[in-house]
């Protein structure tokens, strides 16, 4: 699912042939800039107040997960495993020119942001990961109920406070019954196309592989995430060298969202550091 907020100018875009062409990878771009790459959560692409933010500094670019497209939802079908998806946005990135530029990835997108990050060391120059999924501890367990419990229980799953502004920003009423649906069914269709690589277990080889990141790296995440719980970010900064941690109080699992000005200038201070 792809949102766009009512402040935000339509989008540019480029889609990239990948993959062995089997797959066509819509960018979504804006802004002006250096270049930084966006890697979307589970939920899709929404252009949140955080990604307008760094489009006034930087040239945002926004890949969009094969399958979440509506007008090429069986794309995910090309993909079988975690190594193809890295290959395909990998090929994809580099034909676009981006290299040795800094990422922003959340949730799901910060799994991808981590893998790319691991597998192509010198593909991004810094890497900002928000509350990443990708790693499994049987002491800290985390489900997929994101995916599997009814729609209305998902804001409270994803934020502390789900009544703020920013949450609610990103839930709006539907119109009607139609319009309902058609989210629901959007919503589940691109919810499956992730979980394809997280379920049973999110952690397909993530936790052997972080040691390769080479590139600076924060971490970022929301005390009370109920989703993936915070113990993780230990377990990333652990795991990651040249990163740190950064906690953010009385937030859930969406900090762009939830504490929009603490976690755009975290973000934006760590890319600016030499």
């Given at each position: ?14 889609v ?23 890697l ?6 929404f ?14 670019y926004?890949?969009?997960f ?27 990135l580099?034909?676009l020119?981006?290299d040795n ?18 597998c ?6 810094k ?5 990443p ?31 703020s ?12 019954p ?8 959007t ?17 397909r ?8 990141v080479t ?7 929301g ?10 970010a ?8 040249h990163?740190?941690?950064?906690l ?16 755009y ?10």
């Open positions: 699912m792809t949102t766009t907020s009512p402040n935000q100018a339509p989008a540019g875009e480029k990239v042939a990948t993959w062995n062409n089997r797959i066509r990878l819509r960018f979504e771009i804006r802004g002006s800039g250096p270049a930084l790459v966006y979307h959560p589970a939920g899709g692409l252009w949140d107040e955080f990604l307008a933010r760094l489009a006034q500094h930087y040239t945002v926004a890949p969009v094969p399958g979440i497209s509506p007008d090429d939802t069986f794309a995910i079908h090309q993909l079988d495993d975690i190594f193809d998806v890295v290959l395909a946005y990998e090929q994809a580099r034909s020119g981006l530029v800094p990422v922003v990835g959340q949730s799901f997108g910060g799994m991808l942001a981590a893998e790319l990050s691991a192509f060391p010198k593909l991004f120059s890497v900002a990961l928000l509350d999924a990708g790693l499994w501890n049987e002491e800290h367990p985390w489900s997929l109920d994101f995916i599997s419990g009814p729609p209305e229980q998902l804001p409270a799953l994803l934020f502390k406070d789900p009544t502004e920013g949450p609610r920003s990103m839930f709006p009423p539907p119109s009607g139609e319009e309902a649906l058609d989210q629901a069914v919503g589940i269709w691109g919810f499956g196309c992730m979980a394809k690589f997280l379920w049973p277990i999110p952690d080889g993530l936790s052997k592989r972080l040691h390769r590139a600076p790296t924060l971490i970022m995440w005390e009370d995430d109920r989703l993936i719980p915070v113990a993780y230990e377990e990333f900064g652990r795991l990651i060298p990163s740190r941690v950064e953010v109080p009385d937030c859930g699992h969406i900090p762009q969202v939830e504490h929009t000005d603490h976690t200038a975290t973000v934006t201070q760590f890319l600016a550091a030499h």
